[in-house]
């Protein structure tokens, strides 16, 4: 199965192609910028497959970093799964991108209690908490919303804080972006497809709209 991963959900966009047939599978992949003209979704894509040797009719599966993040950039990456499903009928999946990273701290060996932070505007973050060794990175505590305060105190008490761009407000943090590689190997194997339709992004506030006022009347 050739699977097609975007991870748009921080400013260092990524795109990777692994091939699950390969008799060594690695992906092959792309990041930049998110402010970069260089990252256009549909750019990236198409050097991501020419790296990779493959064509868009022979991708067979997409998988999508689905936050928190940048709001803008997963439903870029969204609509891209939605778009694709529907004219090529190809498989879709969504994936933590906080699991994403913790994946990838598993893989960078920085084991014991490790704490992963997102940006969520407002002066507050994202926040889950891992158990991380060389067996398995385990989910102790949950997603949450807390303030820049709480991120502040775990880091002043000497535990392990990793996320994009945090080190600009956190110096003793450490900055790791999730990675289109790192999705494209959590999808592998993994059969819990659904329609792209059901794609979320993951947000924790709640959603809401202003009702705009009536129209005014102005006088003739």
């Known amino acids: ?5 975007l991870e748009f959900s921080s400013s260092h966009r990524s795109v990777a ?7 060594k599978p690695q992906p092959v992949g ?7 003209r260089e990252t256009h979704a549909f750019a990236m894509i198409e050097k991501a497959l020419e790296q990779a040797g493959a064509t868009r009719q022979s991708i067979d599966c997409l998988v999508i970093g689905l936050g928190p993040g940048s709001y803008t950039g997963i439903r870029v990456a ?10 090529r009928g190809v498989k879709v999946l969504g994936i933590s991108s906080v699991e994403c990273l913790a994946a990838q701290a598993k893989e960078q060996r920085l084991q014991g209690v490790v704490n992963i932070a997102i940006d969520a505007q407002r002066n507050e973050f994202y926040l889950a908490t891992y158990k991380v ?3 398995i990175a385990e989910l102790t505590q949950p997603l949450r919303l ?8 775990l880091i002043s008490k000497g535990e392990q804080v990793i996320g994009p761009d945090l ?11 999730p990675e289109a590689a790192t999705l494209a190997h959590l999808a592998a194997g993994r059969t819990d497809f659904i329609p792209g339709e059901q794609l979320e992004p993951i947000y924790l506030r709640p959603v809401t709209f202003l009702k705009a006022p009536p129209p005014r009347i102005l006088p003739p």
């Open 1 to 5: 199965m050739k699977i097609l991963a």
């Open 17 to 23: 192609v692994f091939d699950t047939n390969a008799s």
């Open 30 to 36: 792309i990041s930049g910028e998110s402010e970069s």
């Open 78 to 87: 969204i609509s891209v799964a939605q778009g694709w499903q529907l004219a």
């Open 133 to 135: 060794s060389d067996a």
């Open 146 to 153: 807390v303030s820049a305060d709480e991120i502040a105190k």
């Open 167 to 177: 080190t600009g407000s956190f110096p003793r943090a450490r900055d790791l972006w």
